[in-house]
């Protein structure tokens, strides 16, 4: 198995939704490369590449990137998506603006907010306002999911630094 976070962040520095994210990952497989779109992202990178339990940044820098337009994420995301079991993002706006188009573009369901992991293909999640919480289960080959980040701890272990491929897209 192996996981494809897609990353959010602010400031040069991840959110604390994207460790949430990694998190909620390390529940299913220690196989998590983390992507990270946008343009300068070096200082991103040189933050990410230090957090325990990611396995392989990649990264595309492209001003097409630049305002996280849904479209252009999710074409790409797709386009990668085959190497992946899991693809993550965090339940945050952009992310659920992204995320079902990605699941459409894969033919897929998604699975919207998770709060608690069960094993690779079950999870729980909160429905009717919260009210009840429903365990979900995906036989699909891909899952795309998002992350409800208040339900996983947002604190990671740094470590030494791990590999950063750049997935070169023409300006």
Excluded: W
Excluded at 57 to 74: G, K, M, S, T
Excluded at 99 to 124: G, Y
């Amino acid at each position: 198995m192996k996981t494809l976070i897609i990353a959010e962040y602010k400031n040069s520095q991840l959110t604390t939704q994207t460790l949430s994210s990694i998190n909620a990952a390390k529940k299913i497989t220690s196989n998590i490369t983390l992507l990270i779109l946008g343009q300068n992202l070096q200082p991103i990178i040189s933050d990410a590449i230090t957090i325990k339990g990611i396995t392989e940044v990649i990264y595309a820098e492209h001003d097409c990137f630049d305002h996280f337009l849904a479209e252009n994420i999710a074409s790409f995301v797709a386009s990668i998506a085959h190497e992946y079991t899991h693809i993550f993002s965090n339940a945050t706006t952009d992310g659920k603006n992204y995320s079902p188009r990605i699941a459409a573009l894969l033919d897929t369901e998604q699975i919207s907010e998770i709060s608690e992991v069960i094993n690779d293909n079950t999870f729980k999640r909160p429905i009717y306002a919260g009210n009840i919480i429903a365990t979900v289960q995906s036989s699909a080959k891909i899952k795309v999911i998002t992350v409800r980040s208040s339900s996983f701890d947002s604190t990671v272990e740094r470590s030494e630094a791990t590999s950063a491929r750049n997935l070169c897209l023409d300006n």
